[in-house]
């Protein structure tokens, strides 16, 4: 199969999310990347994409920060490629050392996410990754660490985004 298009290298990204339906819970459409992941051929197409995109509009970032855990994936391939750093950023009491945490609202509670204290420095450009965006609570609750932390948020960047929970509205 021929990819000489990006269009032709979306679809075939997409192609490889499956979409399970009540899962984890009734009424959720959750998105699994296994399929994708398993085909290095369709993994390296979606990194391609995300470098691509990353060189041409962000050439400045200096470190990428990657939401646990689906972040963990895509976050240290697109930085190796960069040539620059990455960072996590965990849920609360995954961390060694002193950390920032930031609050923040799920649907059905709350939760907190965390980032060690020396891993951001102030002015650093900093583009933020997950595999997906819903409703943009984790995504909004990175950008607070990393605001606390004196970074500069570039981009948030996600390989799906579920447009109709609007969750970009939120993360900015």
């Known amino acids: 199969m021929s990819l000489d298009s990006d269009e032709q290298k979306l679809q075939l990204v997409k192609q490889r999310v499956r979409a399970f339906q009540d899962f984890p819970q009734t009424g959720i459409t959750f998105r699994d990347i296994t399929p994708l992941l398993k085909d290095a051929a369709a993994f390296k197409v979606a990194m391609d994409l995300m470098e691509a995109h990353v060189r041409k509009i962000y050439p400045q ?15 240290p391939v697109l930085a190796q490629r960069l040539g620059i750093g990455f960072v996590l950023i965990r849920k609360k009491g995954k961390l060694p ?8 609202d799920l649907e059905y509670g709350k939760a907190e996410v965390e980032i060690q204290t020396d891993a ?3 002015g650093q450009k900093v583009l ?9 609570g984790t995504m909004w609750a990175a950008c607070e660490l990393m605001r606390k932390r004196g970074a500069e948020i570039l981009e948030c960047l996600v390989l799906i985004e579920l447009k109709s929970l609007k969750g970009d509205r939120k993360s900015t």
Do not use: N
Request: with cysteine.
């Open 61 to 75: 970032a200096d470190v990428i920060a990657g939401l646990d855990a689906r972040g963990f994936l895509f976050g």
């Open 97 to 104: 050392g002193p950390t920032e945490c930031v609050s923040y």
């Open 120 to 122: 951001v420095e102030a």
């Open 128 to 136: 933020i990754i997950d595999d997906l965006l819903a409703t943009g």
